[in-house]
């Protein structure tokens, strides 16, 4: 495994092209300044050991040079050593409805963006736990396989949109089916946390949930969404033309459904609670998960990171030394050779 240690060092790398700029327009000027003295053809007789193309290819070696001292600051490191590091976690299961219903804009800016935004600050929260998302809407797809990385997790979150499953619909007991799975066959305590609009299509939640609770498998959910609904958004692109609507041409409502998941909390030993536009509702839930138990997870990563800024440092040292090489005039043995007449 290889990181940078400094990589705030990368800034530096624009430093390149605003030298090189000024570069370009110094042999501009340089150009200009002798056409003053005289023509092209007088100045090569004045001047005949001036070479045009030295200049460049020094110009190019420093800014060679500067590219591998940037990359020694930056300081490359490898792993050499994997070990085991032992935490005390739980293990956590997002079940996120991606669903057309989630574009609702009763909750701001809309249902399936609060949601993402709220998950993303729990993984913040997060320390020694394990996590895995799955994402559903007419069919369940696990998005992240539960696992430690917290970096990974907030990036798959960033990514899931109404666009991932292509078929409509919200399979909640799927959901909850494909995330109790997803455990394995680890003896941590476990839950499940469920975000979703509750307008199930696809029937078994209950007996799912059950199965679930059965496995030791607490349920929380979270409700989406306001009472009185939300007209669901129709997009062409970026662009919202309108409402989505039924047969009839009748705009179509979305609603919670708090019944259902107050359910599903309830055969799930966990809790309901209902998002608005001031609390997600996240954060209640990981009140109540700092209360479950933790235990002892395994988990392996890289250790003992050796630097590797010396082999740049190097290669930069040794590009200042064949610059040493280069003179402004032109090389005797080549100058008289037409291709390489400015050399």
Request: charged share 25%.
């Amino acid at each position: 495994m290889f990181r940078f240690a400094h990589s705030v060092f990368f800034l530096a790398f624009l430093l390149i092209p605003l030298i090189s700029a000024v570069f370009v327009v110094f042999m501009i000027r340089r150009k200009k300044a002798m056409e003053k003295y005289g023509e092209k053809s007088l100045l090569k007789i004045l001047a005949p050991e001036s070479s045009t193309a030295k200049p460049i290819i020094k110009f190019i070696l420093y800014s060679l040079a500067l590219a591998a001292m940037i990359m020694a600051l930056a300081d490359l490191q490898s792993g050499s050593k994997i070990e085991k590091v032992k935490r005390k976690g739980i293990d956590l299961m997002i079940c996120l409805d991606v669903s057309n219903s989630m574009l609702a804009q009763d909750i701001r800016p809309y249902r399936l963006e609060r949601a993402k935004q709220a998950i993303s600050k729990l993984i913040d929260k997060l320390e020694g736990d394990r996590i895995g998302l799955i994402v559903f809407a007419g069919k369940a797809y696990t998005q992240l396989p539960i696992t430690t990385d917290y970096a990974a997790a907030k990036l798959f979150v960033s990514t899931v949109n109404t666009g991932m499953v292509p078929t409509q619909g919200t399979a909640i007991g799927d959901a909850i089916k494909l995330a109790a799975a997803g455990f394995g066959e680890t003896k941590h305590n476990k839950a499940i946390v469920l975000i979703t609009d509750g307008e199930d299509h696809e029937g078994q939640v209950l007996e799912q949930a059950e199965a679930a609770s059965k496995a030791g498998i607490i349920l929380y959910t979270i409700g989406m969404g306001l009472t009185e609904g939300a007209p669901i958004p129709v997009f062409q692109g970026d662009v919202q033309t309108g409402y989505k609507k039924d047969r009839d041409g009748n705009t179509i409502i979305s609603k919670l459904d708090e019944t259902t998941l107050k359910q599903i909390a309830n055969v799930g030993k966990g809790m309901y609670v209902r998002a608005s536009n001031s609390d997600a509702g996240l954060n209640t839930v990981f009140d109540d998960l700092e209360k479950i138990e933790k235990s002892d997870i395994e988990s392996k990563q890289f250790s003992d990171f050796e630097s590797r800024f010396q082999y740049f440092a190097g290669l930069a040292l040794i590009i200042l030394v064949l610059d040493l090489f280069v003179f402004e005039r032109k090389t005797k043995w080549i100058r008289n050779i037409k291709v390489f007449g400015d050399f």
